[in-house]
């Protein structure tokens, strides 16, 4: 594959423009294949770069609306690359990374990236958490747009944390899933609106029926963690025919 194959959009599928657009950095020739096909079949515009330089090249003619980053490439690195790029633009940036150590998810979301997802990784979890750190980015800007979500939400006892995705009740850390995170993350940031059980899916025809029982079950486990009646619930309501509302204070 040469370097202009390489940058090319992967081919769209009858995607409309308005369709966001994904910039897949990785060394992995197999893997940039699999995702770009994987990704513009859930949707998504999709271009992709084997390294840091070709990503930087084929940015400063592109928009993109989120950098699916690896950490260990030849040359410039992931961590470097997102440090110099997010000193410029606040494109939304999921790492990922065939290494474990933790202190490798800190440094990731210290220089700025969004979230992490460690390799082998499930490709339903990729298009989640890519989903998610699109709708709280704002692709395209030369600078970080003011963030008017704040910082963490309270609801009764409870203390959510949007930069850490933690969960407090009063000093005592909650322990919660990634699934339940990234749903209290929705829920938090929809600030007491309704949110539909599409949304919480992660949206894209790969949703239906399966994927909505599954976001009911995983609110079922979430109550149990804040409500004192999970039966009864005060915090994480349902509604009715459309999905779920997490009322917070103030």
């Known amino acids: 594959m040469t370097e202009a194959e390489t940058n090319d959009p992967a081919p769209a599928g009858g995607l409309p423009d308005d369709a966001p657009h994904v910039l897949v950095v990785d060394d ?4 940039r294949a699999l995702l770009s096909r994987f990704l513009t079949d859930n949707g998504f515009r999709v271009t992709v770069a084997p390294s840091a330089a070709a990503a930087e090249s084929t940015m ?5 609306d989120a950098l699916v980053l690896d950490v260990m490439m030849p040359g410039e690195n992931g961590f470097d690359f997102a440090r110099r ?13 065939a290494r474990t150590d933790g202190a490798d998810r800190v440094q990731g979301l210290e220089i700025g990236a969004d979230d992490y997802l460690g390799k082998p990784f499930e490709p ?6 890519l989903g998610n750190i699109i709708r709280r980015g704002g692709a395209g800007e030369t600078q970080a747009p003011a963030r008017t979500a704040p910082e963490a939400i309270r609801f009764g006892d409870f203390l959510f944390r949007f930069d850490r ?19 209290l993350t929705i829920l ?5 609106g309704q949110v539909s059980r599409e949304a919480l899916v992660g949206g894209g025809p790969a949703a ?3 994927s909505d029982r599954n976001v009911d079950v995983q609110i079922n486990r979430l109550r149990r963690k804040i409500e004192r009646d999970p039966a009864n619930p005060v915090f994480l309501q349902t509604v009715r025919g459309v999905g779920y509302r997490l009322l917070v204070d103030g």
């Open 124 to 129: 339903r979890e990729l298009l989640l958490r």
């Open 165 to 183: 995705g933690e969960l407090r009740c009063g000093d005592e850390i909650v322990r919660i899933t990634e699934r339940e995170r990234e749903i």
């Open 188 to 192: 938090g940031e929809a600030a007491g």
């Open 60 to 64: 400063g003619h592109l928009v993109f």
């Open 28 to 31: 992995d020739r197999r893997l």
């Open 85 to 97: 790029w997010r000193k410029t633009s606040a494109v939304p940036i999921l790492m990922l990374t």
């Open 208 to 210: 239906g029926p399966a």
